[in-house]
């Protein structure tokens, strides 16, 4: 099994167990993603929801190119990033709030899910950043669009995106995308930090996550992200994308 999903008291935690290969993304992590969310959809009894990978290396490195660059054309990749998409907006958009418990380091797609989250808890040792600029392409799941809505300077944000590099959890506190740097056990950093939180009523949690709600349909965010992840399909056929995942692979494999 590639996750693990598990239901403590309310709290409902997905895990990506993938450690080997960097807690990446294939089918059936997205599989899981559907299932958890479905499981929040139509069950009253989930008041949060936490994302985290397995091991203290990765929270998650992404897609798993490895499976993905079997994609060649637009049309191709455009059905896979639409798919994680389309997850990524149902997460977003969750009733409850949900919680990217990073544990290590978050990079290209990763970081676009924990982006997508309403938190970002994250280990002093992670390190994480949009990278997909070093593969030619830009963020395809609507992590940028994302980004840009996520309360952070729009030069932070801008910044973030074209420097394609990773950033120390200190740096990341520093620009607001960061909510918590934590030290030691992340269990009990989540717990410190939804401490106030679980004292309050689900139905508040959930009045204010539908003001967030309002507000995205109002900025049409579902469209600017679908815009976003049709740019990155037509970008991913290229000659530069092609090369730089090649080169990619081939220093992996050595």
């Known amino acids: 099994m ?35 969310i479905k499981t929040i959809q ?3 009894d989930v ?12 929270f998650c490195s992404g897609g ?15 059905g896979m990033l639409s798919k994680m998409g389309d997850i990524l907006y149902e997460l977003a958009t969750l009733r409850v ?7 290590g380091a978050a990079v290209g797609g990763g970081c676009e899910i924990a982006t997508a989250c309403d938190f970002r808890l994250v280990a002093n040792h992670a390190k994480c950043g949009f990278i997909q600029g070093t593969l030619g392409i830009t963020s395809g799941w609507g992590g940028g669009t994302y980004l840009f809505e996520s309360g952070i300077k729009h030069d932070y944000a801008l910044k973030m995106l074209v420097d394609a590099t990773t950033y120390e959890a200190s740096k990341l ?12 056990d992340k269990n009990v950093a989540l717990k410190e930090f939804i401490s106030s939180m679980e ?10 996550k539908e003001m967030k709600l309002r507000s995205w349909n109002e900025k049409n965010m579902y469209n600017r992200a679908l815009e976003e992840i049709k740019l990155c399909a037509k970008m991913w056929e290229s000659e ?13 494999n050595n």
Do not use: C
């Open 173 to 184: 506190y520093e620009i607001g995308w960061a909510t918590r740097v934590f030290e030691g």
């Open 64 to 78: 798993d190119l490895s499976e993905f660059h079997k994609l060649q054309t637009e049309q191709e990749a455009f």
């Open 240 to 252: 530069a994308h092609n090369e730089a995942v090649n080169r990619f692979l081939n220093k992996s």
């Open 47 to 58: 008041r949060f929801l936490v994302i985290t990978g397995k091991g203290e290396k990765a």
């Open 97 to 103: 709030p949900t919680i990217a418990l990073i544990n």
């Open 42 to 44: 139509t069950h009253n």
């Open 2 to 36: 590639t996750y693990s999903i598990e239901n403590r008291d309310g709290i409902l935690s997905f895990t990506i167990t993938r450690e080997e290969k960097r807690n990446a993304i294939n089918d059936e992590v997205m599989d899981g993603f559907k299932e958890v």
């Open 199 to 208: 004292k309050i009523h689900p139905s508040v949690h959930h009045a204010y």
